[in-house]
């Protein structure tokens, strides 16, 4: 998709762009009685604003005039590696934003708002993330690609310490009861599979021998109602086809019972989301 953002205004508002086009997009599905209607959206907006909670409330509203109930959640990442030359896709995150205070009061009126918080970060970040989420505990966060463990530049051959790290980490995430998890995310060029060079794009089996672990590992800590499965497309699409994502998500919980499978594949997403109520959209403003 083309770039959607306001290319005029202040900055903090150019993001209703986005917000616009992806209602409509919504907007034509729903009419159209598509198989898989948009049925949300996650909005990106500058949660360092939270210094002026009023200016932010303002914005969040401009967002929810041009979304309806579409809107479900923040996204404002906080991915930053020291050596962004190294990626294909560097995070966009500022230096150390999880400990910004401005950025906390932010989340907290997301909270307040009912609405989520969709985290994106890299492995590296994720001990800042864990202290993050203890501070706001009364918002709900998402986090997005687990955690991003990174597989080029300087962490290229580390793949088993990085594992063994990231690990515990979600083992001591798990314990914070408001956060959820998106299970996907991992055929990003910059996790190091290198699946995006290869003559042929890899199979189902081939992506369950190599990411089942982090899967699995995953679903143990946070269980099936916390967890979602999630596709990252476009962007895995530089690394595979998405009926072989998909594929192998129902490969990896091929033993799991009928009310484990419904969690990771709708049930949760569709809750934490609130996905299922006030689904009626109008006409984009």
Known sequence: MPCVLRQTGPEQLRSL?????ITELAHQSLQSNAYAPVKGLIAKVDLRLGCDPAALRDIIERHRHVAGHLLKGIRDPAAREPRPEDLMIPGPGPSYLYGSENFRAG????GQLGLTYDAWHYHHQNADFLELVATVPDTVFVLNHFGTPLGVGLYNGARDAIFQQWRAHMQELAHHPNVYVKLGGLAMPDNGFNWHTGAQPPTSDELMGRQRKYYLHMIDCFGPQR????????VDRLSLSYSVLWNAFKKMVADFSEAEKNALFHDTAARVYRLEVNQGVSSPG
């Open 17 to 21: 762009g986005e917000t616009r086009v």
């Open 107 to 110: 989340l907290r009126i997301l």
């Open 227 to 234: 967890c979602m499965f999630e596709s990252n497309f476009p």
